[in-house]
Structures are given as C-alpha cells and as structure tokens.
C-alpha cells in the first residue's frame, strides 16, 4: 500500500485491514493523532484523508491505499493555520488530548463552510467528544478562525 | 516539543547544574511545626527549596519544576506563574519540566482533591521569592554594591547608582551557589505588584505544542524495542480465568506471546484484575489476538451483581432505622413526629466512570534491576512504591516519569494499569506500552459509588423547616482496602453531609449499611455528587411544598452569615483543612447563590416549558452556586440554553483557569443530569462504549455557560479548590429547572427518558 503523509511518501506491507490510526501511531511514530474509542464516536482519531475529514480509526490501510492524509502534525508547519491560532488565543485545551481531532475537525469545516453558523458547528463538531468540556471554547475559536465576531 | 522530564533532561549549566544533585543529600526543610492540617498532613508534606523547583540556564532560560500531574486543570501554567511571579521572571523565558514521581523530593504529588494550588500557592511563591533574592545576592556581590540596592525586575538585575545590569541566566551559575535564604527573611510580593497571579492573559505553556499535536500523553510515551499489550480482564469483580485457548491468538501476524495474569483476592486495592495479556509488535494485532482468545470465566461472588435490583436493595436500606447515626443535632426524630407538615423523598444516583479521554495508558521497560514507566499517572510516588513491590525492588531503583494526562478524574490515582504493564515488561524482559481500550476503561473503572438517599423534613405552620433526617446508603471507597466495612468513611460523610450547613434545628443523619459489588474509587467531586443532589433537590421540593420561591427558600434554609461548628456537627474532616483557617462561612455560600441568580435574571417570567432551577453546594473548602435554564420540548427533550456558575474559592490565582473548570464541570454535570450512568447485569459493566455511555457533546451541551468569580478581594484568605467543587450543584440545578419548567420531579439520575410523552 503506498500513501503520502504529511507530504512524505510511505509504503506500508502489513495487514490491510489494520486502521489507519495505528499505522500512524505504533508505524510511523506520528502520534498527535489519538485513540479514544476505536469505533468512529468521538473523533479523536480525526485525520484527512484526501481532505475528508475521517475516523482514522476505523479507516483500513487497505482504503487509506493511494490516499494523501494529513494529520494535525501536517495541518500547518508553524502553527500557523487560522484553526491553531484561534486555539491558542482563547486557550481552548484543557487537558488538550481530544484537540487534535477537534482542529482537524474544524479545519475540514471551516474549508467547507467559511462561515458557519452556529447549527453548523453544532452539526459538525458534536462528532468530537471533549471530556473535559471545552465546548464554548471551541465554538469560540471557530468563529474567531472564520473572522466572525464572537458572540 | 516534547514532554521533558527532568529525569532525562540534558544537564543544564547554571543555577540548576547542581542543585538537583544536592537537593537529595539535603535534608528537606519543610514540617518544622506541627504536622496536622493541609498540605503538613498530606504524606512527605511541601517543599519550597528553589533548587528543586527553579533553574535558570546560561542564557536566562528559566525551568520551573512542577511536580502535580497536569490532567487539564492547569496545573503546568499555574505552578509556573506563580513561581515566575515571584521570580520577577519574563514568561517568554519560563519553561516547565514534569518531575518524576519522588516525593522525598519535591512533597506530596497526589494530585487529586483539587489541592495543588491550595497546598503549593505558598511554597511556589516562596521558592520564587528566594530565588530571586539569591540572583540579587549574586549580583550584589559581583558588582560590589549592598543587596538592597540591587532590583532584579522582569528577567533583568539592575544597579540603579553604578549603572550596571545583568539578565537573570548571567548571575544564576553564581547564585547557585549561595545559601537559599531563610524561610523567615524571604519578602514576597504584595498583591500590587503581582505580574502574573490573578491576571487572566497568559497563555497555557503547552499550547504550542497541543496545537502542533506533539505532546506526549501517556499512550505516546515511545522506546525502542517496546512491544504492545492489550489484556482481556475478568468481566466481574473478584472473577478469574478458568481455562483459555490462545491458539487462534497466536496465529495473528505480529502477536508474540500470551501471558495469564492471576487475579488477585479481594479487596484487591489498585492491584491488576488479572486475566489474560496478549503481547504484540502493535496495537493493532494485540487487540486483533485479544478478539482470538477463547476464555471461560469463573464470575466469583459479586456474579449476580444486578444495579436495577440493587436499588431496591439500597432503597430498603434507607428506609431501615438501624444506621449508624452519624449526625444528630436537637431531636430531629421527635420533630419530625410533632411537625404540622412532613415530607419525605428517595434519590438515586448511579454508578458513573470517569472516562478521559484518554484511557488509562502507561509504558514500562524492565531490566538490571531496575525499572522505568512512563505513565499518565495522578499519583506518581504510589504507583512508584506499588510497582518496586509488584516487582520486589526498591522505589528508588523505579523511576515514574508523568507524561501528561488526557483527562484523569479520579481514574488515574489508581495505578492498577501500570501494575499490569510493569509486570508483563518483566515477563517479556522488553519494554511493554499497556493500551487500555475505551471498552476496557468502561468496564474495569474504579466506578462512582451508587446512592439512595432518603430524606424527610418536618415544616412548621409558616413553612419554615425544623426538622432533617438524612439517610444515605452507598458503598464505600473502603470496600476496595479492607473487608468491605459496608459503611461510609468520615471523608465520605465530610462531602456535603457531616458539613451541612443548613440553619436547621433538629438535624440527624444516618449511615445504614450497603455492600459494594463493583470496584469502588474516587470520581471528580466525590460523595458530593449524591449528597449535593438530594439535598438540593429536596430544598427545593421543600420550597415549592411551602409556597415559596426556590431561591428566598433555600437562602432561608441556609440561615444569616455565620461560621458553621464543623466539629458540633461531627464533621472531623475538613478537606484536611484547619477549621480555624478554613471555617464553613454561610455568607460566603449566600453570596455565591445571590451572585448566580441575579445574573440570570432570577425570577422573571420564563415561557411555557421552560424554567429556572438553582443549587449551591460548599465542597473542597470552596463555594459554588448553578442557575440553569432549561427548555423541554413536547416530546421530553431537555435544551439548555444557559447555565451561571458562580464560585468563591477564595483568590482567583489564574482566572482563566478556574473559569475553564467551571465551564467543564457545567459540561461534565449536564451529563451525569441526563445521560450518563454505568449500570450492571450478572456482575457485568453493560455499557461499552460512548454509544452507551452518553457523555456530552456540543449539542446536547448548555449553549452558554456564564463564570462568575465571587470573592478573593482578601489576598491573605486562603485557597479553596477548583477542579471538582463546580461538579456537584450542576446536577441538581437542572433537576430543579426542569421542575420549574415541566412540575415534574426528577428523583433518579439520568432523567434518561422519564420526561418522554
Ligand atoms: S478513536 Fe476514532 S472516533 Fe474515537
Ligand atoms: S481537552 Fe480534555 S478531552 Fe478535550
């Protein structure tokens, strides 16, 4: 199977059916992308997969084959993409482990929809579970991301 | 970046170069008085020695040491600002390193109890101060001019009449080598100059690496050689594995071995369940092995463990009159008898899971006699000392490094996961990572203990109440140290029952006997969550009974401002807190609710099906008031629209912080209202993921939730806790809207579908 992460090109020879997630992770050391519930409900493991937004989790080696995925590790090389920015401003992370699923999750949206509205975020974003609650926060920061006004 | 422990961290030059070194062969200064309340009584207490908890390299890179386990609540950025407060120190030049579990050095790191900042607040302040001033010494005495005319502002040391002007990393070799001030003669600030303390715009020090996804939890602690382990666990309590079959396991490319783990006896205490360990080159074929085992189980005694029927259990236990009587003020049982008016009610509460997000993870490698883990640990020093003796060593030749935690709860006091890694990285003689699936932490929690409580109060002909009887019946924490006691510690009863500060007359609580059946641990707030939720609800079922406004009824019932007699009322816990410093003051409770309910217009005309609710609840020596607002549709849907949240905890160290915990316990509690709860049939967990355990998401949240700090004008008052005291208020003040909203009464957690038409 032959992908490109980040940029890179990878070839991967083991089990076709093994989710992207742990390629990513135990393979490839890239572990900014997390586990959570390996069965696509809380996104935690969110990655782009030729810009989809995808469960990587429960996304096989063998669909990710021919695929360019981006990871938060790749979502800018700075930090500098409007999604991080706005996380960092309004210090959106508490515990910080479901963000990188949030951001990327909201990168995808904000590609999509430039402004959303709050439906659209509630639609959107409530596939990501935030334990600690942070919610508002990220509300928030997608609409500072988008250039809209906070509520 | 990655997470540094200053274990492995590269030698620095300057003023932390030997001073790590020392600091072990220097008796800790710390405990000269009485050990007896707060932090003196927590085991190895604080220190404040600056050379354990600040360095400062060549180029003036400033290194604070923070030895409490960051799960979201701050903790990194909190500790660090307070020592770089005092330090004079520019934040651009503070970086933290995590320290490993070893509390002879640094003092207690159970982080846990919402007391890092309330134990640390002063020892950080200290440390920085005397850092500071061993930096102005250096100086002083390099350019020869007297110490006091020396400044040493914002990362810059200045002789105003010579002129000169040094940075803080120029004189830090040379003030490494002084003696640390006495404890006596260190000036700290006044709340004036506070650059940092109390100021709401400083980033989150690892928000730089949270945005680039390259901090390191514990699932992302990395060595090479290390193999992957998942383990099938026994379903039931006390269960064990009869017979195995790991033949199909062993075919799956990539799995090395399989390892039976033996079950320990009950109480089993934070020991592995034991079961059956499948070892593998990668998550994926360890989890894949897993699926392959064939196992029979033998269930054990707690086999037929069944929640639904287990509260009827726990339901005839409250209404039984042969507790013990763990509180009784005046006659409440002749009261209630004489009362013109009774009332009674039954509330349930749930077993709940502390699910982080991150599930429980640790790394261990094994070898010469030695042990090392990398783990998201709450507890460093007791995994440290649980793993020498799982593995017959000495704590000092185990070394914890605490990565950071993706959310704790509770869950990551109990090192049972890294027991489990720690004696499979033995087994292999290869570094093992323990990965817990999301199935595995619902399953195998250390879970929320499940509650009837059963209150009745007497009224007389104004409404006014006279007399309380509290019965609570839940398991114990203790079950899982001891035999099971069947009966609540005192710091159990100390969570919002032994304290109760409510302005009653006649008052008697009850502690009748309950058996737990589950693992039974500490979950964010504790034995507040159901005493908070029947007492709050039932004030305000009180209320309405009387004719009077919730808010009026439950300021009355609370009584004027005073100090509460904890000790009269046969609260012997306190948080730990001394009593004279940290008195029960009702004013403050008030002033919490007055707060709450004025911002959300208290009192004014709702639609049809919607309401207003309001609860307060004194917990970790802190006050929190909740209004909510809430909308149920036609159909039994529950909207909340908006939630205040008002807390008095004493001075705000870093608003944003407990600003953010408020808004997360909102969340957290907004779920335990409505959807959350783990039940049991034949002993087994019946929830396995998050389709069934239903925690909330950005829809089903409040859409805005509103923090209002209260108090901490007074800078010598001291600290209450912050992670858990939002909790337990926020349950029964959505109960309560919901009352207001819909005149239905909400007497069982989860409201789940008992509002459905
Ligand atoms: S880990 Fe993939 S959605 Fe939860
Ligand atoms: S920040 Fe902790 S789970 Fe989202």
Redesign the interface.
Same mark, same amino acid.
């Given at each position: 199977m032959d992908l490109t992460v980040n940029g890179e090109a990878r070839t991967f020879g083991g089990d076709p059916d093994m989710p992207l997630l742990w390629y990513l992770r135990d393979e490839l050391g890239l572990t900014g992308t997390k586990f959570g519930c390996g069965a696509a409900l809380c996104g935690a493991c969110l990655v782009h997969v030729d810009g989809v937004p995808s469960f990587s989790c429960i996304t096989p080696m063998a669909v990710a084959d021919g695929a360019e995925v981006t990871t938060i590790e790749g979502l800018s090389s700075d930090g500098s993409h409007p999604v991080q920015v706005a996380w960092r401003e309004l210090n959106v992370a508490q515990c910080g482990y479901c963000q990188s699923g949030q951001m990327m999750q909201a990168a995808a949206l904000l590609a999509e929809t430039p402004e959303p509205t709050d439906e659209d975020i509630d639609a959107v974003m409530s596939q990501n579970i935030c334990r600690c609650g942070t919610y508002p926060r990220i509300r928030a920061a997608i609409k500072r991301a988008s250039g809209q006004e906070d509520a | 970046m990655a997470l540094e422990n200053i274990s492995r961290r590269a030698v620095l030059m300057g003023m932390g170069a030997g001073a790590l070194v020392l600091a072990l062969g220097i008796p800790a200064r710390a405990q000269e008085e009485e050990q007896k309340f707060g932090a003196d009584a927590m085991p190895h207490g604080w220190r404040d020695d600056p050379r354990i908890f600040v360095s400062i390299s060549p180029e003036g890179v400033v290194t604070v040491t923070v030895h409490r386990s960051?799960? $979201? *609540?701050?903790v990194r950025t909190s500790m660090a600002m307070v020592l770089a407060d005092e330090l004079e120190a520019d934040w651009a030049q503070v970086r933290v390193a995590q320290a490993p579990g070893d509390e002879p050095t640094f003092g207690n790191q159970d982080t846990d109890g919402s007391r890092s900042l309330r134990h640390f607040f002063g020892p950080m302040r200290r440390a920085g101060a005397a850092a500071r001033q061993m930096l102005r010494e250096a100086a002083a005495a390099e350019w020869g001019v007297p110490m006091d005319e020396v400044t040493a502002e914002n990362h810059v040391l200045r002789h105003e009449g010579s002129g000169q002007e040094a940075g803080y990393g120029e004189m830090a070799a040379r003030a490494a080598e002084l003696e640390v001030p006495e404890r006596e003669g260190i000036v700290l600030k006044t709340p004036d100059q506070f650059r940092y303390i109390g100021k709401d715009d400083l @980033?989150?020090i +690892?928000?730089?690496a949270?945005?680039? $996804?390259? !901090?390191?939890?514990g /699932? #992302?602690a990395?060595v090479d050689g290390m193999l992957?382990a998942v383990v099938a666990r026994p379903p039931v309590l006390g269960g064990r594995v009869a017979s195995y079959d790991d033949s199909a396991a062993l075919e799956i490319?990539?799995v090395e071995r399989v390892i039976a783990i033996d079950s320990p006896d009950l109480p089993s205490g934070f020991q592995p369940l034991g079961g059956v360990a499948v070892v593998a080159t990668? !998550?994926? &074929?360890a %989890?894949r092995g897993r699926d392959a085992l064939q196992i029979e189980w033998e269930d054990g005694e707690h086999g037929s463990y069944d929640s639904e029927a287990y509260r009827a259990t726990l339901e005839e236990a409250a209404r039984s009159t042969d507790g013990a009587v763990i509180r009784n003020q005046g006659d409440a049982l002749a009261a209630l008898a004489e009362a013109p008016r009774r009332f009674e009610a039954e509330y349930y509460i749930p077993h709940l899971a502390q &699910?982080?997000? @991150?599930?429980p993870m640790a790394l261990a490698r094994v070898e010469n006699g030695r042990a090392e883990i990398w783990a998201c640990v709450q507890a460093p020093q007791v995994t440290r000392v649980r793993v020498a003796e799982k593995l017959g060593l000495q704590p000092e030749d185990v070394t914890v490094n605490v990565t950071?935690? $993706?959310?704790?709860?509770g869950r990551k006091s109990k090192p049972d996961f890294v027991l489990e890694a720690a004696v499979l990285a033995q087994e292999m003689g290869q570094p093992v990572k323990m990965?817990w !699936?999301?199935e595995d932490d619902l399953h195998h929690s250390f879970f929320h203990t499940v509650s009837v409580e059963r209150l009745e109060a007497g009224l007389d002909e104004n409404g006014r109440c006279t007399a309380w009887l509290h019965r609570t019946a839940a398991p114990t924490i203790g079950s899982i140290f001891a035999p099971d006691p069947g009966q609540k510690l005192p710091f159990e009863l100390g969570m919002g029952l032994t304290n109760m500060p409510l302005d009653i007359p006649n008052v008697r609580a009850e502690n009748p006997q309950a058996q737990a059946h589950a693992r039974i641990g500490w979950y964010r707030s504790v034995s507040n969550i159901p005493h908070a939720f029947a007492i709050q609800s039932f004030i305000d079922e009180l209320a309405r009974e009387a004719g009077r406004d919730p808010r009026d009824y439950l300021l009355e019932v609370i009584g004027p401002a005073r100090e509460v007699d904890l000790a009269e009322q046969g609260d012997v816990w306190n948080y730990g807190e001394d009593p004279g410093r940290y008195p029960l003051d009702t004013g403050r409770l008030r002033r919490v609710i007055e707060t709450a309910t004025e911002a959300a217009n208290w009192g004014r005309e709702m639609p049809e099906r919607t309401g207003l609710g309001v609860a307060a609840h004194y917990s970790f020596v802190s006050y929190v008031a909740v209004v909510a607002e809430v909308e149920v549709s036609d159909t039994g849907e529950v909207r909340i629209p908006r939630v205040d949240i008002a807390i008095d905890c004493g001075p705000h160290v870093n608003p #944003?912080r407990i600003r953010? *915990?408020m @808004? $997360? &316990? =909102?969340? %957290?509690g907004t779920g335990q209202a409505l959807t959350t709860q783990i039940t049991f049939a034949e002993g087994r967990v019946q929830q396995d993921?998050? #389709?069934s355990y239903v =925690?909330?998401?950005? +829809?089903?949240?409040p859409? @805005? /939730?509103h923090v209002h700090l209260v108090g901490g004008e007074d800078p010598d008052q001291p600290l209450g806790g912050v992670g858990e005291p939002g909790l337990p208020p926020v349950m029964p003040a959505i109960t309560n809207a919901i009352f207001a909203a819909t005149g239905q009464r909400i007497r069982a957690l989860p409201v789940g579908d008992q509002l459905r038409t």
């Open positions: - | 960051e799960m $979201g *609540q701050g @980033e989150l +690892d928000n730089p949270i945005v680039m $996804g390259t !901090t390191i939890y /699932i #992302d990395r992957y490319p990539g990668n !998550t994926w &074929a %989890m &699910a982080p997000m @991150e599930p950071l935690l $993706g959310g704790g709860f990965v !699936t999301r #944003d953010s *915990q @808004e $997360g &316990a =909102v969340i %957290m993921n998050f #389709d =925690v909330p998401r950005m +829809d089903t949240s859409r @805005e /939730i």
